[in-house]
Nanobody
Framework: QGRLVESGGGSVEAGGSLKLSCTVS????????VAWFRQAPGKEREEIGC????????LFSESVEGQFDISSNAAKNEVYLEMSFLKSQDTAAYYC??????????????????WGQGTQVTVSS
């Protein structure tokens, strides 16, 4: 069973940047995918991007395309969510999740088995 731990959340002013980290264990094989989700108060959880562990390729939802980026450091078992030009609408709890299978076609549509505890991002205008 894998384990994921997010860190790096906090408060930032609108227009600023923030980088979240997800320390991942148990999902280093090439068929795995790691995704980032967010959930704002009163809203449904939204998948915003994902990473193919084997290739390093990424996909993003339209809502954050061009604004957020995902990268990884295999040596540290970390996956990052780099957020730029933050808006108040980006305020949410952010979660990383991972799966070992079923994400090859489209990691934005995969079922994720392991989840982190979440980290809060608050953007003030």
């Amino acid at each position: 069973q894998g384990r994921l731990v997010e860190s790096g959340g906090g408060s930032v002013e609108a227009g600023g940047s923030l980088k979240l980290s997800c320390t991942v264990s148990g999902y280093s094989d090439s068929n795995s995918c790691v995704a980032w989700f967010r959930q704002a108060p009163g809203k449904e959880r939204e998948e915003i991007g994902c990473l193919y562990v084997g290739s390093g390729n990424t996909l993003f939802s339209e809502s954050v395309e061009g604004q957020f980026d995902i990268s990884s450091n295999a040596a540290k078992n970390e996956v990052y969510l780099e957020m730029s030009f933050l808006k108040s609408q980006d305020t949410a709890a952010y979660y990383c999740a991972a799966t070992k299978s079923g994400c090859v076609r489209n990691c934005l549509r995969a079922e994720y088995q392991s989840w982190g505890q979440g980290t809060q991002v608050t953007v003030s205008s």
